[in-house]
Protein backbone atom coordinates (compact mmCIF):
# COMPACT_ATOMS: atom_id res chain seq x y z
CA UNK A 1 0.00 0.00 0.00
CA UNK A 2 1.53 3.74 -1.05
CA UNK A 3 2.40 5.68 1.95
CA UNK A 4 0.94 9.14 2.35
CA UNK A 5 2.50 12.40 1.40
CA UNK A 6 4.36 13.84 4.68
CA UNK A 7 1.73 16.68 6.11
CA UNK A 8 4.27 19.57 6.40
CA UNK A 9 2.24 22.31 8.95
CA UNK A 10 2.49 25.93 7.96
CA UNK A 11 1.68 29.15 10.44
CA UNK A 12 2.43 32.45 8.16
CA UNK A 13 0.21 36.14 8.31
CA UNK A 14 -1.93 37.05 5.70
CA UNK A 15 -1.95 41.08 5.27
CA UNK A 16 -4.86 42.52 3.49
CA UNK A 17 -5.26 45.83 1.52
CA UNK A 18 -8.91 47.07 1.64
CA UNK A 19 -11.13 45.65 -0.68
CA UNK A 20 -12.11 47.41 -3.60
CA UNK A 21 -14.35 47.00 -6.91
CA UNK A 22 -13.22 46.59 -10.12
CA UNK A 23 -15.82 47.87 -12.88
CA UNK A 24 -14.87 47.16 -16.58
CA UNK A 25 -12.78 49.43 -17.92
CA UNK A 26 -14.93 51.14 -20.47
CA UNK A 27 -18.33 51.92 -20.90
CA UNK A 28 -20.71 48.50 -20.98
CA UNK A 29 -24.47 48.12 -21.82
CA UNK A 30 -27.19 48.88 -18.57
CA UNK A 31 -29.48 46.02 -19.07
CA UNK A 32 -31.42 43.14 -17.36
CA UNK A 33 -30.66 39.61 -18.54
CA UNK A 34 -32.83 36.54 -17.42
CA UNK A 35 -30.97 33.62 -16.29
CA UNK A 36 -31.72 30.36 -17.62
CA UNK A 37 -33.66 27.90 -15.98
CA UNK A 38 -30.39 25.72 -15.07
CA UNK A 39 -29.12 28.53 -13.98
CA UNK A 40 -31.43 29.69 -11.50
CA UNK A 41 -32.63 26.52 -10.12
CA UNK A 42 -32.09 25.97 -6.29
CA UNK A 43 -29.29 23.63 -6.04
CA UNK A 44 -26.85 26.37 -8.17
CA UNK A 45 -27.93 29.17 -5.56
CA UNK A 46 -24.68 28.87 -4.08
CA UNK A 47 -20.84 29.67 -4.37
CA UNK A 48 -17.83 28.33 -5.47
CA UNK A 49 -14.39 27.86 -4.35
CA UNK A 50 -11.51 28.19 -6.53
CA UNK A 51 -7.39 28.26 -6.01
CA UNK A 52 -4.58 28.77 -8.37
CA UNK A 53 -1.36 28.52 -6.79
CA UNK A 54 1.85 29.97 -9.30
CA UNK A 55 5.62 29.74 -8.93
CA UNK A 56 8.04 32.50 -9.49
CA UNK A 57 9.19 33.03 -12.87
CA UNK A 58 12.56 34.99 -13.91
CA UNK A 59 10.44 37.07 -16.91
CA UNK A 60 8.28 38.48 -14.88
CA UNK A 61 10.61 39.73 -11.63
CA UNK A 62 9.63 42.79 -12.01
CA UNK A 63 6.03 42.71 -12.60
CA UNK A 64 3.38 42.84 -9.28
CA UNK A 65 0.44 39.83 -9.98
CA UNK A 66 -1.85 42.36 -8.64
CA UNK A 67 -1.70 44.70 -10.54
CA UNK A 68 -1.31 42.87 -13.40
CA UNK A 69 -4.82 41.33 -12.48
CA UNK A 70 -6.73 44.03 -11.25
CA UNK A 71 -5.59 45.72 -15.05
CA UNK A 72 -6.29 42.43 -16.87
CA UNK A 73 -9.86 41.71 -15.14
CA UNK A 74 -10.87 45.08 -15.59
CA UNK A 75 -10.45 44.45 -19.35
CA UNK A 76 -12.25 41.07 -19.39
CA UNK A 77 -15.52 42.43 -17.99
CA UNK A 78 -15.92 44.90 -21.04
CA UNK A 79 -16.63 41.43 -22.46
CA UNK A 80 -18.04 39.46 -19.87
CA UNK A 81 -20.10 42.81 -18.38
CA UNK A 82 -22.73 40.41 -16.38
CA UNK A 83 -20.45 39.63 -13.95
CA UNK A 84 -19.68 43.37 -12.57
CA UNK A 85 -23.94 43.43 -12.00
CA UNK A 86 -25.60 42.30 -9.30
CA UNK A 87 -28.31 39.28 -9.15
CA UNK A 88 -31.63 40.28 -8.53
CA UNK A 89 -34.98 37.89 -8.05
CA UNK A 90 -38.00 39.09 -10.09
CA UNK A 91 -41.55 36.96 -9.58
CA UNK A 92 -41.90 32.94 -9.27
CA UNK A 93 -38.46 33.47 -7.94
CA UNK A 94 -36.86 33.76 -11.68
CA UNK A 95 -33.61 34.88 -11.22
CA UNK A 96 -31.49 37.40 -13.53
CA UNK A 97 -29.08 39.50 -13.68
CA UNK A 98 -28.84 43.75 -13.26
CA UNK A 99 -26.19 44.80 -15.43
CA UNK A 100 -25.10 48.13 -13.14
CA UNK A 101 -21.38 47.70 -14.24
CA UNK A 102 -20.27 48.19 -10.47
CA UNK A 103 -17.62 45.57 -10.36
CA UNK A 104 -16.25 42.87 -9.02
CA UNK A 105 -14.61 42.81 -5.20
CA UNK A 106 -10.70 42.39 -5.51
CA UNK A 107 -8.17 42.18 -2.58
CA UNK A 108 -4.57 42.65 -2.90
CA UNK A 109 -2.92 40.88 -0.28
CA UNK A 110 0.43 39.37 0.90
CA UNK A 111 2.15 37.11 2.94
CA UNK A 112 5.73 37.78 3.37
CA UNK A 113 6.69 35.07 5.81
CA UNK A 114 6.09 31.96 3.39
CA UNK A 115 7.34 30.72 0.23
CA UNK A 116 5.11 28.53 -2.22
CA UNK A 117 7.93 25.68 -1.46
CA UNK A 118 7.14 25.54 1.90
CA UNK A 119 3.44 24.71 1.06
CA UNK A 120 4.88 21.38 -0.39
CA UNK A 121 3.97 18.92 -2.71
CA UNK A 122 0.76 17.76 -0.94
CA UNK A 123 -0.92 21.57 -2.89
CA UNK A 124 -4.50 19.59 -2.80
CA UNK A 125 -8.08 20.52 -1.12
CA UNK A 126 -8.49 21.30 1.56
CA UNK A 127 -6.82 24.06 2.36
CA UNK A 128 -7.15 24.76 6.56
CA UNK A 129 -5.74 28.55 5.28
CA UNK A 130 -8.24 29.04 2.37
CA UNK A 131 -9.97 31.62 4.84
CA UNK A 132 -6.42 33.59 4.54
CA UNK A 133 -6.39 33.49 1.22
CA UNK A 134 -9.70 34.52 -0.14
CA UNK A 135 -11.72 37.37 2.16
CA UNK A 136 -14.65 35.61 3.94
CA UNK A 137 -18.23 36.46 2.90
CA UNK A 138 -21.35 34.73 3.49
CA UNK A 139 -21.89 32.29 1.20
CA UNK A 140 -25.55 30.26 0.49
CA UNK A 141 -28.87 31.03 0.17
CA UNK A 142 -30.80 32.87 -2.63
CA UNK A 143 -30.76 36.28 0.42
CA UNK A 144 -27.44 36.50 0.63
CA UNK A 145 -26.72 36.00 -3.10
CA UNK A 146 -28.92 39.08 -4.04
CA UNK A 147 -27.41 42.27 -4.64
CA UNK A 148 -23.82 42.38 -3.80
CA UNK A 149 -21.16 41.39 -6.19
CA UNK A 150 -20.59 37.71 -8.20
CA UNK A 151 -17.25 37.21 -8.13
CA UNK A 152 -14.67 37.48 -5.25
CA UNK A 153 -11.15 37.38 -5.91
CA UNK A 154 -8.02 38.10 -3.79
CA UNK A 155 -4.29 37.69 -5.15
CA UNK A 156 -1.83 36.93 -1.98
CA UNK A 157 2.01 37.45 -3.09
CA UNK A 158 4.12 35.14 -1.62
CA UNK A 159 7.98 35.62 -0.69
CA UNK A 160 10.40 34.68 -3.33
CA UNK A 161 7.97 35.47 -6.06
CA UNK A 162 5.25 32.72 -6.15
CA UNK A 163 1.45 33.95 -5.58
CA UNK A 164 -1.91 32.70 -4.79
CA UNK A 165 -5.36 33.35 -7.06
CA UNK A 166 -8.51 32.48 -5.25
CA UNK A 167 -11.96 32.90 -6.74
CA UNK A 168 -15.27 32.65 -5.39
CA UNK A 169 -18.75 32.97 -8.22
CA UNK A 170 -21.90 32.70 -7.72
CA UNK A 171 -22.64 29.45 -9.45
CA UNK A 172 -26.26 30.62 -10.88
CA UNK A 173 -23.88 32.50 -12.91
CA UNK A 174 -21.67 29.93 -14.12
CA UNK A 175 -20.70 26.48 -13.90
CA UNK A 176 -16.85 25.49 -13.71
CA UNK A 177 -16.33 25.61 -17.42
CA UNK A 178 -17.80 28.93 -17.68
CA UNK A 179 -15.68 30.74 -15.29
CA UNK A 180 -12.84 29.22 -16.90
CA UNK A 181 -13.70 30.89 -19.85
CA UNK A 182 -13.98 34.05 -18.14
CA UNK A 183 -10.41 33.36 -16.34
CA UNK A 184 -8.99 32.71 -19.39
CA UNK A 185 -10.26 35.74 -21.34
CA UNK A 186 -8.18 37.32 -18.03
CA UNK A 187 -5.23 35.66 -18.60
CA UNK A 188 -5.01 36.43 -22.58
CA UNK A 189 -5.50 40.45 -21.58
CA UNK A 190 -2.79 39.82 -18.76
CA UNK A 191 -0.60 38.65 -20.92
CA UNK A 192 -1.00 41.25 -23.97
CA UNK A 193 -4.43 40.74 -26.31
CA UNK A 194 -7.07 43.30 -26.54
CA UNK A 195 -10.03 40.46 -26.97
CA UNK A 196 -11.55 37.31 -26.07
CA UNK A 197 -9.42 34.73 -28.40
CA UNK A 198 -13.38 32.81 -28.02
CA UNK A 199 -15.97 36.04 -27.16
CA UNK A 200 -18.36 35.80 -24.64
CA UNK A 201 -21.92 34.61 -25.66
CA UNK A 202 -24.72 34.90 -23.32
CA UNK A 203 -28.14 33.41 -24.90
CA UNK A 204 -29.27 31.88 -21.74
CA UNK A 205 -32.76 31.63 -23.95
CA UNK A 206 -31.53 28.44 -25.28
CA UNK A 207 -31.65 26.79 -22.01
CA UNK A 208 -35.14 28.69 -21.06
CA UNK A 209 -38.38 26.43 -20.30
CA UNK A 210 -40.53 26.37 -23.81
CA UNK A 211 -44.36 26.68 -23.69
CA UNK A 212 -46.44 24.29 -23.35
CA UNK A 213 -44.39 23.05 -20.47
CA UNK A 214 -43.47 19.39 -21.12
CA UNK A 215 -41.62 17.26 -19.21
CA UNK A 216 -40.83 14.32 -21.21
CA UNK A 217 -38.42 11.97 -19.03
CA UNK A 218 -38.11 10.79 -15.44
CA UNK A 219 -36.01 13.25 -12.70
CA UNK A 220 -35.75 11.41 -9.84
CA UNK A 221 -32.29 13.79 -9.18
CA UNK A 222 -35.14 16.01 -7.72
CA UNK A 223 -36.91 13.81 -5.89
CA UNK A 224 -36.88 15.24 -2.36
CA UNK A 225 -37.05 12.44 0.64
CA UNK A 226 -36.63 12.96 4.01
CA UNK A 227 -33.11 12.70 5.80
CA UNK A 228 -32.10 11.55 8.82
CA UNK A 229 -29.04 14.26 8.09
CA UNK A 230 -28.20 16.20 5.37
CA UNK A 231 -24.52 16.21 6.32
CA UNK A 232 -24.08 19.36 5.73
CA UNK A 233 -20.11 20.92 5.66
CA UNK A 234 -20.96 23.13 9.24
CA UNK A 235 -21.44 19.33 10.70
CA UNK A 236 -20.18 18.98 13.65
CA UNK A 237 -16.72 16.92 13.97
CA UNK A 238 -16.24 16.19 9.65
CA UNK A 239 -12.70 15.17 8.14
CA UNK A 240 -12.05 16.64 4.55
CA UNK A 241 -9.47 14.17 2.71
CA UNK A 242 -8.20 13.82 -1.07
CA UNK A 243 -7.25 10.94 -2.50
CA UNK A 244 -5.23 10.67 -5.19
CA UNK A 245 -5.93 7.77 -8.03
CA UNK A 246 -2.95 7.71 -10.55
CA UNK A 247 -2.99 5.13 -13.92
CA UNK A 248 -1.86 1.93 -12.00
CA UNK A 249 -5.18 2.41 -9.33
CA UNK A 250 -7.33 3.22 -12.21
CA UNK A 251 -6.71 0.19 -14.09
CA UNK A 252 -7.27 -1.99 -11.53
CA UNK A 253 -10.48 -0.64 -10.94
CA UNK A 254 -10.92 -1.04 -14.73
CA UNK A 255 -9.93 -4.83 -14.21
CA UNK A 256 -12.73 -5.63 -11.58
CA UNK A 257 -15.31 -5.58 -14.27
CA UNK A 258 -15.42 -8.28 -17.18
CA UNK A 259 -17.40 -9.06 -20.09
CA UNK A 260 -18.29 -6.97 -23.37
CA UNK A 261 -19.09 -3.23 -21.75
CA UNK A 262 -16.34 -0.95 -21.63
CA UNK A 263 -16.37 1.38 -18.34
CA UNK A 264 -14.37 5.10 -18.82
CA UNK A 265 -12.24 5.82 -15.88
CA UNK A 266 -15.14 8.48 -14.90
CA UNK A 267 -17.65 5.73 -14.09
CA UNK A 268 -15.85 3.07 -12.56
CA UNK A 269 -13.74 5.38 -10.21
CA UNK A 270 -17.43 7.01 -9.79
CA UNK A 271 -18.87 3.91 -8.51
CA UNK A 272 -15.97 3.06 -6.29
CA UNK A 273 -15.87 6.26 -4.45
CA UNK A 274 -20.46 5.59 -4.81
CA UNK A 275 -20.24 2.42 -2.63
CA UNK A 276 -17.42 2.97 -0.53
CA UNK A 277 -18.86 6.44 0.51
CA UNK A 278 -22.42 4.40 1.18
CA UNK A 279 -20.78 1.53 2.88
CA UNK A 280 -18.75 4.03 5.26
CA UNK A 281 -22.21 6.02 6.00
CA UNK A 282 -24.01 2.90 7.63
CA UNK A 283 -27.30 3.90 5.13
CA UNK A 284 -29.79 0.90 6.35
CA UNK A 285 -29.95 -1.40 3.15
CA UNK A 286 -33.50 -1.06 2.54
CA UNK A 287 -33.09 3.00 2.37
CA UNK A 288 -32.73 4.58 -1.29
CA UNK A 289 -29.47 6.14 -2.05
CA UNK A 290 -28.71 8.28 -5.32
CA UNK A 291 -25.50 9.01 -7.41
CA UNK A 292 -26.28 12.48 -9.40
CA UNK A 293 -23.62 12.17 -12.27
CA UNK A 294 -22.60 15.93 -13.05
CA UNK A 295 -22.87 15.92 -16.52
CA UNK A 296 -21.86 18.88 -18.98
CA UNK A 297 -24.68 19.06 -21.55
CA UNK A 298 -22.91 21.84 -23.97
CA UNK A 299 -22.05 18.48 -26.70
CA UNK A 300 -25.71 17.69 -26.59
CA UNK A 301 -27.25 20.98 -27.83
CA UNK A 302 -27.94 20.29 -31.62
CA UNK A 303 -30.60 22.21 -32.64
CA UNK A 304 -29.49 24.96 -32.17
CA UNK A 305 -26.13 24.01 -30.64
CA UNK A 306 -24.78 26.21 -27.50
CA UNK A 307 -22.41 28.40 -28.96
CA UNK A 308 -18.79 28.12 -27.78
CA UNK A 309 -18.33 31.06 -26.30
CA UNK A 310 -21.39 30.23 -23.83
CA UNK A 311 -20.35 30.70 -20.49
CA UNK A 312 -23.46 30.18 -18.29
CA UNK A 313 -24.64 26.84 -16.48
CA UNK A 314 -24.60 24.08 -19.23
CA UNK A 315 -24.94 21.02 -16.15
CA UNK A 316 -27.76 18.72 -15.23
CA UNK A 317 -27.43 15.88 -13.16
CA UNK A 318 -28.86 13.09 -14.34
CA UNK A 319 -29.69 10.32 -11.47
CA UNK A 320 -28.52 6.72 -10.82
CA UNK A 321 -30.71 5.23 -8.00
CA UNK A 322 -30.83 1.68 -6.03
CA UNK A 323 -30.78 0.62 -2.48
CA UNK A 324 -27.86 1.00 0.12
CA UNK A 325 -27.80 -2.87 0.13
CA UNK A 326 -27.59 -3.92 -3.06
CA UNK A 327 -25.31 -1.27 -3.94
CA UNK A 328 -23.11 -2.65 -0.95
CA UNK A 329 -23.58 -5.97 -2.12
CA UNK A 330 -22.88 -5.89 -5.40
CA UNK A 331 -19.83 -6.16 -7.72
CA UNK A 332 -18.46 -3.17 -9.30
CA UNK A 333 -19.86 -3.05 -12.28
CA UNK A 334 -23.53 -2.72 -11.18
CA UNK A 335 -22.83 0.57 -9.92
CA UNK A 336 -20.94 2.01 -12.84
CA UNK A 337 -24.04 0.29 -15.22
CA UNK A 338 -26.02 1.94 -13.29
CA UNK A 339 -24.31 5.10 -13.63
CA UNK A 340 -23.51 4.66 -17.34
CA UNK A 341 -27.24 3.59 -18.33
CA UNK A 342 -28.32 7.22 -16.50
CA UNK A 343 -25.34 8.79 -18.63
CA UNK A 344 -27.19 7.80 -21.54
CA UNK A 345 -30.64 9.45 -20.68
CA UNK A 346 -28.76 13.26 -21.52
CA UNK A 347 -29.72 14.57 -24.72
CA UNK A 348 -31.13 18.17 -25.69
CA UNK A 349 -34.56 16.77 -24.51
CA UNK A 350 -33.54 15.80 -21.74
CA UNK A 351 -31.89 19.11 -20.38
CA UNK A 352 -35.67 21.03 -22.11
CA UNK A 353 -37.18 18.61 -19.98
CA UNK A 354 -35.02 19.69 -17.13
CA UNK A 355 -36.32 23.63 -17.82
CA UNK A 356 -39.82 22.84 -17.60
CA UNK A 357 -39.74 20.33 -14.56
CA UNK A 358 -37.96 23.70 -12.71
CA UNK A 359 -40.37 25.97 -14.21
CA UNK A 360 -43.57 24.31 -12.84
CA UNK A 361 -42.22 22.43 -9.31
CA UNK A 362 -40.72 26.18 -8.36
CA UNK A 363 -36.95 25.38 -9.47
CA UNK A 364 -36.43 22.50 -6.71
CA UNK A 365 -33.09 21.65 -5.30
CA UNK A 366 -31.71 18.80 -6.21
CA UNK A 367 -32.02 15.33 -3.79
CA UNK A 368 -29.34 15.75 -1.01
CA UNK A 369 -30.89 12.99 1.16
CA UNK A 370 -28.55 10.12 0.76
CA UNK A 371 -27.11 10.95 -2.24
CA UNK A 372 -23.68 11.82 -3.52
CA UNK A 373 -22.64 14.03 -6.87
CA UNK A 374 -19.38 13.72 -8.47
CA UNK A 375 -18.15 16.66 -11.39
CA UNK A 376 -15.26 15.48 -13.81
CA UNK A 377 -12.98 18.64 -14.04
CA UNK A 378 -10.26 17.11 -15.84
CA UNK A 379 -11.05 18.86 -18.91
CA UNK A 380 -12.17 22.10 -17.94
CA UNK A 381 -9.00 23.61 -18.17
CA UNK A 382 -8.73 25.77 -14.48
CA UNK A 383 -5.17 23.75 -14.13
CA UNK A 384 -4.12 25.31 -17.57
CA UNK A 385 -5.08 29.19 -17.05
CA UNK A 386 -2.01 31.20 -17.55
CA UNK A 387 -1.33 34.98 -16.65
CA UNK A 388 1.88 35.21 -17.76
CA UNK A 389 3.24 33.09 -14.87
CA UNK A 390 2.68 30.14 -16.53
CA UNK A 391 0.73 27.24 -15.68
CA UNK A 392 -0.46 26.71 -11.77
CA UNK A 393 0.94 23.98 -9.82
CA UNK A 394 -2.40 23.53 -8.73
CA UNK A 395 -5.17 24.87 -10.09
CA UNK A 396 -8.96 23.43 -8.97
CA UNK A 397 -11.69 23.44 -6.39
CA UNK A 398 -10.66 24.44 -2.62
CA UNK A 399 -12.87 22.09 -1.01
CA UNK A 400 -14.97 19.48 -1.51
CA UNK A 401 -19.36 19.87 -1.38
CA UNK A 402 -21.12 22.93 -2.55
CA UNK A 403 -23.00 25.41 -0.16
CA UNK A 404 -24.88 23.35 2.64
CA UNK A 405 -24.41 19.99 0.85
CA UNK A 406 -21.16 18.02 1.33
CA UNK A 407 -21.94 15.37 -0.53
CA UNK A 408 -20.14 16.95 -4.12
CA UNK A 409 -16.72 15.57 -5.14
CA UNK A 410 -14.74 16.31 -7.93
CA UNK A 411 -12.29 15.12 -10.44
CA UNK A 412 -8.98 17.01 -10.98
CA UNK A 413 -5.72 16.69 -12.74
CA UNK A 414 -3.69 16.34 -9.80
CA UNK A 415 0.69 15.20 -9.97
CA UNK A 416 1.82 13.24 -7.32
CA UNK A 417 5.37 13.69 -6.02
CA UNK A 418 7.25 11.19 -4.11
CA UNK A 419 11.32 10.68 -3.83
CA UNK A 420 11.39 13.47 -6.86
CA UNK A 421 9.57 11.61 -8.89
CA UNK A 422 6.09 12.39 -10.20
CA UNK A 423 3.22 10.36 -11.34
CA UNK A 424 -0.04 12.30 -13.25
CA UNK A 425 -3.59 11.39 -12.18
CA UNK A 426 -6.74 12.12 -10.39
CA UNK A 427 -7.45 14.25 -7.29
CA UNK A 428 -10.68 13.86 -5.56
CA UNK A 429 -11.43 15.40 -2.11
CA UNK A 430 -14.35 13.96 -0.28
CA UNK A 431 -16.08 15.21 2.87
CA UNK A 432 -17.59 12.65 5.29
CA UNK A 433 -18.08 12.80 9.12
CA UNK A 434 -15.09 11.63 11.09
CA UNK A 435 -15.80 7.88 11.57
CA UNK A 436 -17.35 7.52 8.44
CA UNK A 437 -14.08 9.12 7.06
CA UNK A 438 -11.88 5.91 8.66
CA UNK A 439 -14.65 3.21 7.44
CA UNK A 440 -14.29 4.41 3.80
CA UNK A 441 -10.65 3.96 3.90
CA UNK A 442 -10.76 0.67 4.57
CA UNK A 443 -13.59 -0.05 2.03
CA UNK A 444 -11.58 1.87 -0.36
CA UNK A 445 -8.39 -0.28 0.42
CA UNK A 446 -10.76 -3.44 0.22
CA UNK A 447 -11.45 -2.58 -3.26
CA UNK A 448 -8.02 -2.62 -4.41
CA UNK A 449 -6.95 -5.70 -2.38
CA UNK A 450 -9.31 -7.71 -3.80
CA UNK A 451 -8.34 -6.01 -7.44
CA UNK A 452 -6.39 -7.93 -9.79
CA UNK A 453 -2.85 -7.28 -8.98
CA UNK A 454 -1.25 -4.54 -11.64
CA UNK A 455 2.25 -3.81 -9.58
CA UNK A 456 3.71 -2.80 -6.47
CA UNK A 457 1.73 -0.21 -4.19
CA UNK A 458 -1.46 -0.11 -5.90
CA UNK A 459 -3.61 1.67 -3.82
CA UNK A 460 -5.17 5.32 -3.66
CA UNK A 461 -2.99 7.67 -1.70
CA UNK A 462 -4.61 9.69 0.98
CA UNK A 463 -3.34 13.01 0.92
CA UNK A 464 -2.77 14.63 4.22
CA UNK A 465 -3.25 18.54 4.06
CA UNK A 466 -0.07 20.25 4.00
CA UNK A 467 -1.38 23.87 5.26
Known amino acids: ?22 PPA ?14 DQEGLRAEMDFVQFYGSNPSMEYR ?4 NMREAIAKALVFYYPFAGRLREGPNRKLMVECTGEGVVFVEAEAADVTLEQFGDALSPPFPCFNQLLIDVPRTGTAQLLNRPLLFIQVTRLRRGGWVLATRVNHAMCDAPGLVKFMSSVGEMARGSHFPSVPPVW ?10 LQITHKHPEFDQVVCRSNLGPNDSDMAHKSFFFGPKEISTLKNLVHGTITYSTYEMLTACLWKCRTIALQIASTEEVSLLGIVNARGKFKEPPLPSGFYGNGIVFPAAVTTAGKLSQSPLGYAAGLLKKAKEEMSQEYVLSVCALMVS ?4 MFTTARSFAVSDLRY ?12 PIYGGPASAGLGDFSGVSTFTPFTYYKNKEEEKGIVVPLLLPSAAMERFVVELHKIFEEGPAVGENVAPKVIPSSL
Open 361 to 364: KGRP
Open 1 to 22: MALPLTATSLAFKVVRHEPELI
Open 26 to 39: QPTPRELKPLSEID
Open 64 to 67: DPAK
Open 203 to 212: ERELLTAKYP
Open 380 to 391: VGIHEVDFGWGK
